[in-house]
């Protein structure tokens, strides 16, 4: 299928052919049949990626903060490469979407394939929604009209956050595709409207909906027209739908507000507020989120949980359901809304459009051939090359990879690369970023079905790198078909998902064929630092003492990391690696643990001691409560009267040694490439794991068992 991606880093759009998105039983997959152009953000979207990289740093002051943060902890090179990484990710563009229900699998939802629905979906042929965020379109409303139901329900909630009611006055700064639809509603409302806005034409299509006008191309005294307008008596609310960097529209806002009268932000301005402004009147000051309450919980949209009606009456589906049924009376009138008409073929010459400056423009919608049925097709080629034949046969491992976010791209492909692996099929939910980094590192397929990767008998070794909960179903899967496995840490979540692992792993290992290789990622081991490291402790044969400080940083609650069922928390999540780096550096078993927490719930805050089989003890200080000023990662060793101090893989300092003192790097290297490379290299040449298998076990379940407290 296609779809309109835009590059961060250009600014391009274009139209790609990428795999059709993957279904869960939370989602309904749709055939697109109407999408709408949002003018105003994605152009605002078009003009951040064709800026330099200092007007891109002037337009997001926050990331520019982040960058300098991570300089001070990370250093300068895998800053640029981090921030680099995030420019090439390509962007889906859009989010009001009309089609066709194909394909359905949750059985609870009253909606049925055939129906149209509307989403917030991307402009690409299928796509595949939420529940929770998909309306049906009743049957006297048009696919072109019912495009932009998501844009009316961001106008909506910004009228329910004001609630006006009937006979009060209302202003609404700011007349594009939002503020014409804001109109309409409060006139449906039965409120009297001034509409005001600097272009003429919008101003003259608000006046055709009913509003009283101020065109600021004309008149540049909005507090007097205001004035006038509620008859001396003040404005009840605002609704600014404007977009602009100035703070003026807050600001106008209130003084043309009487007393205690109401603003609500829909749009986005300048956030420069004046107390007296506010203080005097006792005005309200409400910023509106998106479509309605549900959005950005997942708890609602991923997971389909509706609040209850009695409690929340306005969801963001209940908003899309009413803007429709105003379509369906009449009271929404779309049609002179609709400026431009594109086939979907021909978008690139719609995002032209809205670029120039020279040609007006409001709602744009792009047609996609409904009559026709869209092939879904979860695997699309990127090029085509030959593999070799069997399962660890000497020669370069053929690769499976599934997963594709910012740690594969970032870390694991590019190691990937300077190996002699081939890379085959790269495996991703929507099919987007796979497809990007698969284009960009030279894999022959990109797919959102994980079946192609355990099914094909040229793959003879799988990366898996998706969301903590799927690792324990995808291993076992992979080591049943045969296939040599990286996964990612943790290896699983459960004493029981790590029981049956170990399980299958033994009874492969008792068969007469070589057995496949598992390994997980639990890099710190192959750091040139800890390898050093390790070289000096081993001189010793004394009991260490070693601590681990890592200042973790705060991470969300709502964060899929700290969903038990999902993250596994941040122990099991991310503390797993620490672990590892203990044990490798000890170089025997763990024979007790302990934990104390600050917060038991998502072990954010954890102290962790280690007891060893040699004596040694290792304590590893889990903290989220930092500064992100302070090196992110310290580790201290101390045995036989000296000390080694290494921070954040790039200094490391010794005490009382006569062989060392230092050893410097001026690029961070936590080892992922000597780790890639070793995996391969025992693929190949059909070695030994390169961390045993038994260590992976035993990490992973101290870690388990100290998670659960």
């Not at 302990?594 to 917060?599: A, K, L, P």
């Amino acid at each position: 299928m296609k779809q309109i991606l835009q590059n961060l880093n250009t600014g391009e759009v274009n139209i790609v052919e990428v795999p059709s998105p993957n279904l869960s039983r939370e989602n309904i997959l749709i055939q697109t049949v109407s999408t709408l152009i949002s003018a105003g953000t994605e152009k605002m979207m078009l003009d951040f990626g064709k800026a330099g990289w200092l007007d891109k740093a002037k337009q997001q002051p926050d990331k520019v903060k982040q960058v300098l943060d991570k300089v001070k902890t990370d250093g300068i090179f895998p800053t640029i490469d981090a921030v680099k990484s995030k420019l090439d990710q390509p962007l889906p563009l859009g989010y009001c979407n009309c089609g066709i229900v194909t394909e359905i699998e949750n059985s609870s939802t009253d909606l049925k394939i055939g129906n149209r629905v509307v989403s917030n979906c991307h402009h690409a042929q299928i796509v595949t929604a939420p529940i929770n965020l998909c309306a049906k379109v009743p049957d006297n409303v048009s696919s072109e009209k019912a495009a932009f139901t998501v844009a009316g329900a961001i106008g909506l909630q910004g009228l329910r956050l004001a609630q006006p009611t009937i006979g009060e006055c209302f202003v609404v700064m700011g007349l594009g595709l939002i503020g014409q639809l804001t109109v309409q509603l409060l006139i449906s409302n039965g409120c009297r409207v001034l509409a005001i806005d600097l272009d003429t034409k919008k101003c003259e299509l608000a006046e055709s909906f009913g509003a009283e006008i101020l065109d600021l191309s004309k008149d540049n005294d909005p507090i007097s027209k205001a004035d006038s307008f509620s008859k001396g008596r003040g404005i009840d609310g605002v609704i600014i739908t404007a977009s602009t960097k100035s703070s003026d529209p807050v600001h106008h806002a209130a003084q043309m507000c009487r007393k205690r009268g109401r603003i609500v932000l829909v749009g986005v301005t300048g956030l420069e507020l004046r107390r007296s402004d506010f203080y005097e009147k006792e005005l309200s000051f409400q910023v509106s989120c998106s479509y309605g309450p549900g959005r950005y919980d997942s708890e609602y949209e991923d997971k389909g949980h509706d609040y209850p009606i009695g409690f929340v009456r306005w969801t963001e589906k209940r908003n899309f359901e009413s803007v429709l049924d105003l379509m369906a009376s009449g009271k929404l009138n779309i049609k002179p809304l609709i400026s431009h008409r594109f086939e979907f073929e021909k978008a690139k010459d719609a995002y032209e459009l809205i670029s120039n400056k020279n040609e007006s423009y409001l709602g744009i919608i792009l047609n996609y051939k409904s009559d026709e049925q869209v092939q879904k097709d979860q695997t699309v080629v990127i090029k085509k090359q030959k593999f070799q034949q069997g399962n660890r046969s000497p020669g370069s491992p053929v690769i499976g990879m599934i997963g594709a976010g910012n740690f594969t791209g970032r870390t694991l492909l590019p190691a990937l690369k300077k190996t002699n692996a081939v890379l085959k099929t790269i495996v991703s939910n929507a099919g987007v970023t796979g497809t990007h980094l698969g284009k960009k590192f030279g894999f022959s397929k990109s797919s959102t079905d994980a079946d192609q990767v355990f099914n094909d008998p040229e793959i003879n070794t799988i990366f898996i790198t998706t969301r903590h909960n799927t690792h324990a179903d995808f291993v076992l899967k992979a080591l049943k078909n045969g296939k040599n496995i990286f996964v990612e840490k943790p290896l699983c979540l459960t004493l029981e998902e790590l029981g049956e692992i170990r399980n299958v792993c033994t009874s492969l290992i008792n068969k007469s064929s070589p057995a496949p290789l598992l390994m997980t990622g639990f890099n710190r081991r192959f750091a040139p630092h800890i390898i050093k490291m390790k070289e000096l402790l081993n001189t010793s044969p004394e009991p260490k003492s070693l601590i681990m400080t890592v200042n973790a940083g705060f991470i969300p609650k709502d964060s899929w990391i700290q969903d038990r069922n999902v993250g596994g928390g941040r122990i099991i999540g991310e503390a797993c690696h620490f672990f590892d780096l203990l044990r490798f550096l000890i170089g025997h078993p763990v024979t007790g643990s302990h934990i104390s927490q600050t917060s038991i719930d998502t072990g954010d805050t954890s102290s962790i001691q280690l007891s060893f089989s040699d004596g040694s003890i290792g304590t590893i200080h889990y903290f989220s409560n930092g500064n992100k000023s302070f090196p992110k990662e310290r580790l201290e060793a101390f045995c036989s009267g000296k000390v080694i101090q290494l921070d954040d893989f790039r200094k490391m300092r010794g005490y009382g040694w006569k062989s060392f003192s230092t050893m410097n790097l001026w690029k961070q290297d936590k080892g992922h490439n000597r780790e890639i490379a070793s995996f391969i290299n025992a693929v190949t040449n059909n070695l030994d794991n390169p961390i045993p298998a038994d260590e992976i076990f035993e990490v992973m379940e101290t870690t388990i068992e100290l998670s659960r407290g």
